[in-house]
């Protein structure tokens, strides 16, 4: 406590000057009284005003603070979708088509793949109103791909490709290039270029590239995004609080953002380092932290408030956006409160002298202890105050004391107010970039969230739910859950609630919930609860992703493996069935379920059950798919202990539980029963055979004997009696001799056509070429005779025998020359080999045939002109395919009446490689 001591007075008399000296005890009390007033209330009103400076600029520091902060959240998260978006692209089916053309070397230009990537780069653009351009460039820079949306048209194109531009000088197009497969380049923002001339109007964007590989080991091309950063710029500039101005600047000093638009972009039009010459006392770079309040001045000299965040935009450089406003400005709100601070201090200055006038006239201790007392106000030393003095001293040190007490209290709840709510805007603001950060989650995730309250109305939808449910937030929230749980579930509803209510977690509950449209749809869901600050759970979030597929697909194969016919049977590694079929429990006569959990050893057969368990393992050791049972018998084991022959596939099946074995049962008795009743018929079939060859046979030697002399009776009729007969006498002597001639020559040609099947075939590599003149050397006397001409190439070795190929060949000769027209008879061999194979064609320019007579004209006895105009039996062409079937070919025909003949056949390749020889190419 400060105590005034007596001698006081005469130390501030020897203290002041020569005239305060000489004033009495009351003038001097008040000068001391105004002076100490005066210092007082100046001290005061200064700390005061200073203090609300300070309060006023950082209460607006934290406001403007907190923009920034969600201003730069804004700009990171509209450009955090494009990468996503980007690797998707790169990754997507109509891509990796491209990058298969592009891997071969081939021009995609024109190409369908280029039109796929188009179409999909189209709808990209559509859904995606914040993309300029998607394209897609080759590993040389050239644009291959580009669509975009044009300055005055409200639909995005696809750019011709006469105005597609090469890009291998730009920067972003050189660095995807050196980036591994899944890595994505960003650019800074800055202007777009076309055709290396700044677009106008100015348009800001940032590039997203992104490596194309495909399967190749090096990139084939580049696909690029093109974001425009308009709209969120716009957004910046338009969303600045009231008096402030907001700059957005690179780290090499070039302004984004700024409120003189010719200030912008300062380095790409020729003007670098704008924010040094407006800021020199900004160096943002070094900041380790994201926000800074600052205070700076302009190069200028002009004081600013400066309220920044630094903004990383996912690898495309950091930035800081920062508010700034004059100091002055934010100031000039204070002119009152100075105004009304003097206007105090004054009153109570004026006051303080009266005081001291009225207190010269009491008791001069008293006035000095009140005086010493104020004079010591604001300090940390206790106030001594003439509290019992009498008089108007004494009130006002009542009064004065009382003041300083209710001044204290309230600083001190003004202070702790202070402090409560400092902290309560910090907790806000943590909880706000939290909420931002979990709303984005939940908002770009692609399962259905929503929450519930206890009483199963929904509180929140986010757009997955909207796409999977069909309902849109404004008609979700509010109504109860049953708008999508079908009416028989509704009892889970309560169900799910008390469940978590008590703490439980549900996951992958799989469920049915219905559509807006009444679609059925079959979910997975997980449910957890929301819990308040007590720990109490007052909510229920659930999350929802659509398995419909999947279901349909696991019923459709279990209701295909219970429809298959044949017996599945699945084995675990221990060999205990793990399922079994409807058809397997049928075919092994077990009931249903039962096979399930039995030994597969269980289903074989005695003698071979032993030995089944190694064999199964030695497959385990080295599982491939195998068919089992062909070429020899396997046998399974009814219920009953019959046995019945099968045949077997396996398959192995790798699972998470470890490897299965998926057999394949086929019960075959009824198919060998079939088979021993088809060996049966084929035996009795070839007795039958044999004994048909055998009385053709016989049959044509023994009918061309009495035939051979009836034509030699006949003829020695026609000499010996020549004379005595009359001429239609003679006619029916030629008729019947002609008849008896002809008979013979079919008996010989169904002989010749017997012994086709039956000769055994010791099959040889035959000499085309050798054939081909063998066949011309008999024909020698027909060709001469009409003059025909025949030409060949070189003709392949091919396999058959000697005797056959001839017969083939003077057969299809032979017709060419009959069948001629009015111009000499042209025929020409060759051979084109196909495989293993050759085809061998035989190609006139006679009379040709009909179509539908092509068929035809190889069954035996079938003749399509009389015999009067070409002679012959109608059973050579018969001979020639029966011939090339034995060997194993097929013959066929191409003609048209008037253009000639074609006869094709096909037979094996022989053994050597077709030798060079000369052959008679032509024939006069």
């Known amino acids: 406590m400060l105590l005034v001591q007596p001698g006081l007075p005469d130390f501030l008399t020897r203290n002041c000057s020569g005239r305060i000296q000489l004033m009495k005890m009351a003038a001097r009390m008040m000068l001391a009284m105004g002076a100490l007033v005066v210092f007082s209330i100046a001290a005061l009103g200064l700390l005061t005003y200073r203090s609300l400076e300070n309060r006023l600029i950082d209460d607006n520091l934290r406001q403007v603070q907190s923009k920034a902060g969600s201003a730069a959240t804004v700009i990171s998260e509209y450009t955090a979708y494009c990468a996503r978006d980007l690797d998707a692209r790169v990754n997507s089916l109509v891509m990796q088509d491209i990058a298969v053309l592009l891997a071969e070397g081939r021009d995609p230009l024109g190409s369908p793949e280029i039109a796929d990537v188009e179409r999909s780069l189209l709808s990209q653009l559509n859904s995606k109103p914040e993309y300029l351009q998607f394209r897609l460039l080759d590993s040389r820079g050239m644009e291959i791909a580009r669509c975009e949306r044009r300055s005055g048209e409200t639909l995005p194109v696809v750019t011709p490709a006469e105005m597609l531009q090469d890009k291998s000088a730009r920067p972003y197009f050189k660095e995807a290039m050196k980036l591994a497969h899944g890595q994505i380049d960003v650019s800074r923002i800055d202007l777009n270029v076309e055709h290396g001339v700044i677009q106008e109007p100015r348009i800001p964007v940032m590039r997203f590239s992104a490596p194309l590989y495909g399967k190749a080991s090096s990139p084939l091309g580049v696909v690029v995004i093109n974001l425009d950063m308009r709209p969120v710029l716009n957004e910046l500039r338009s969303s600045s609080p009231p008096d402030w101005q907001v700059y957005l600047a690179s780290e090499d000093g070039d302004f984004i953002l700024h409120p003189d638009l010719e200030r912008e972009y300062g380095s790409q039009l020729g003007a670098p380092g704008l924010m040094r010459s407006e800021f020199p006392s900004l160096n943002w770079q070094q900041a380790n932290r994201e926000e800074l309040n600052l205070h700076l001045s302009r190069a200028d000299g002009e004081k600013l408030v400066v309220a920044a965040h630094v903004v990383g935009l996912n690898g495309g450089g950091r930035y800081c956006l920062f508010y700034t406003m004059q100091e002055a400005r934010l100031l000039a709100s204070l002119a009152p409160v100075r ?47 003439p509290l019992d003095a009498s008089g108007e001293t004494g009130v006002l040190a009542r009064a004065f004391s009382n003041m300083m007490a209710h001044l204290g209290m309230r600083t001190s709840e003004l202070q702790s107010e202070i402090r409560e709510r400092r902290m309560a805007e910090e907790l806000a603001a943590r909880q706000a970039s939290q909420m931002s950060r979990f709303h984005a989650l939940v ?16 509180t929140s939808w986010n757009p997955a739910a909207e796409r999977l449910y069909g309902y849109s937030p404004q008609e979700a929230i509010g109504h109860h859950i049953s708008l999508i749980v079908p009416p028989e579930r509704l009892a889970e509803v309560n169900e799910i609630i008390q469940r978590v209510r008590s703490g439980e977690i549900l996951d992958s509950y799989e469920t049915q919930r219905i559509c807006s449209d009444g ?18 759970v007052t909510a229920v979030s659930i999350i929802a992703r659509d398995i419909t597929e999947r279901k349909f697909t696991e019923g459709l194969f279990r209701l295909v493996v219970e429809a298959s016919p044949s017996g599945i049977v699945l084995v675990d590694s221990s060999g205990s069935i793990e399922l079994a079929n409807a058809a397997a429990e049928l075919m092994f006569g077990y009931d249903s379920g039962e096979m399930r959990g039995m030994s597969v ?45 099968i045949e077997i596939g396996l398959n192995p099946v790798r699972t998470s539980r470890g490897l299965f074995i998926l057999a394949l049962v086929i019960d075959i008795t009824e198919r060998k029963r079939s088979q021993l009743d088809l060996a049966a018929k084929n035996d009795a079939l070839e007795r039958s055979n044999r004994d048909l060859e055998q009385f053709a046979y016989i049959a044509s030697h023994d009918l061309r004997e009495p035939l051979r002399m009836v034509a030699s009776y006949t003829e020695l009729l026609e000499e010996r009696y020549a004379e005595q007969l009359d ?13 008896a001639k002809r008979m013979q020559q079919m008996v010989a040609d169904l002989l010749s056509f017997s012994r086709v099947t039956s000769t055994d075939l010791e099959l040889e590599a035959v000499e085309l070429n050798h054939v081909l003149k063998l066949c011309l050397h008999d024909l020698r006397s027909k060709l001469d005779e009409c003059g025909a001409v025949v030409t060949t190439g070189d003709l392949p070795p091919v396999l058959g025998t000697e005797n056959m190929l001839i017969q083939v060949m003077q057969n299809l000769l032979s017709n060419a020359i009959k069948f001629r027209g009015e111009a000499v008879p042209r025929v020409h061999v060759s051979a084109v080999q196909d495989g293993d194979n050759w085809v061998i064609s035989v190609q006139d320019n006679g009379i040709g045939i009909d179509p539908q007579y092509h068929e035809r004209i190889f069954q035996m006895f079938q003749r399509l002109h009389g015999r009067e105009s070409y002679e012959g039996s109608g059973i050579g062409l018969a001979i020639t395919r029966k011939i090339i079937e034995r060997l194993g070919g097929s013959i066929w025909l191409e003609s048209l ?19 060079k020889l000369e052959v008679e190419v032509e024939h006069d």
């Open 519 to 536: 679609t059925i749809l079959d979910v997975n869901l997980t449910a957890s609860g929301i819990r308040n600050a007590g720990g109490e």
């Open 339 to 385: 105004r009304t601070f003097l206007l105090t201090g004054l009153l109570c200055i004026l006051v303080a002298l009266g005081a001291a006038l009225l207190l010269a006239r009491s008791i001069a201790l008293p006035l000095e202890k009140m005086t010493l007392a104020v004079r010591s106000f604001g300090s940390a030393t206790a106030l001594d105050l």
């Open 897 to 915: 009446p008037g253009q000639g003949s074609r006869f094709l056949f096909k037979v094996q390749s022989g053994i050597h490689k077709p030798a």
């Open 601 to 645: 050893e269980e289903l074989i057969p005695g003698e071979m059950r032993y030995g089944h368990s190694g064999f199964r393992r030695a497959y385990q050791s080295k599982p491939e798919r195998r068919d089992m049972g062909a070429g020899r018998d396997l046998y399974g084991l009814r219920r009953d202990g019959s046995e019945f022959p």
């Open 443 to 458: 908002e770009s995730s692609n399962d259905a969230i929503f929450t519930k309250d206890l009483e199963g109305t929904i």
């Open 727 to 739: 001429e239609k006498a003679s006619k029916y002597i030629h008729y019947a001799r002609d008849g």
